[in-house]
């Protein structure tokens, strides 16, 4: 792992050089210890698909160094064990989105072996970020990679199916957005009303970790 200032009282540690499967699972096991045995200045962390960014509560006698080596000692020793993934949560999707024909003619293939690209595979939950409840979904099949659109959307419906680069996810909210837009669900991937005082994670629909499996509707 290495690491590097990231303002007064911040570090990002890198732990892989690229988003696979390693990674996915290295990400989880760091996730895993700093909530469950953190060190003791953390105030929060952000984890990224091959690095974390920790904030720390910086007094006159901590130094950046030494709380890498903490957090490093931390990580080492609680971060071994491989995790579970979380469930299979199948998500049908009606396969009409205005970006279809682009991500076909990109790749140079039919659309209707996109929605069997995009259907066939079991994708990995690996962050949810951009929006409340957005799911980053990997691997994505290399057929399917496609450049995000030049100019973003300035609307995008919550519950748009999506590919940017090489993940693909879904609009959890109305939202500007860039992705291709292949499809839709009606799926909720976020809900406030479902928040109580004793869980903040149940508005989200899926967590880190969890499986995705999509369903031609």
């Given at each position: 792992m290495k690491w590097r200032p990231y303002g007064r009282n911040g570090l990002l540690l890198d732990f892989a050089d690229k988003p696979d499967d390693w990674a996915f699972q290295k990400r989880l096991r760091i996730v895993e210890a700093?909530?469950?045995k953190p060190p003791s200045q953390l105030v929060d962390f952000v984890p990224g698909f091959t690095n974390v960014l920790l904030e720390f509560a910086v007094s006159g006698g901590d130094s950046l160094e030494d709380l890498a080596r903490k957090t490093e000692e931390i990580i080492e020793a609680h971060a071994r064990q491989k995790l579970p993934l979380g469930a299979v949560k199948t998500i049908p999707v009606k396969y009409d989105g205005p970006d279809l024909q682009r991500v076909a003619d990109h790749n140079g293939i039919t659309i209707e072996k996109v929605i069997k690209y995009h259907s066939d595979t079991t994708y990995k939950v690996h962050l949810l970020g951009f929006a409340p409840g957005f799911p980053y979904l990997g691997e994505l099949h290399h057929?399917?990679?496609?450049?995000?659109?030049?100019?973003?959307?300035?609307r995008v419906a919550a519950g748009s199916v999506a590919i940017g680069g090489q993940h693909t996810g879904i609009y959890s909210v109305e939202s500007p957005g860039g992705w291709n837009i292949i499809g839709h669900t009606e799926q909720k991937l976020f809900d406030l009303s479902l928040r109580t005082p004793e869980s903040e994670e149940r508005p989200f629909?899926?967590?880190?970790?969890?499986?995705?499996k999509f369903v031609p509707d």
């Open positions: 700093l909530s469950t057929k399917l990679h496609t450049p995000r659109l030049a100019s973003p959307r300035p629909f899926l967590r880190p970790g969890d499986q995705v």
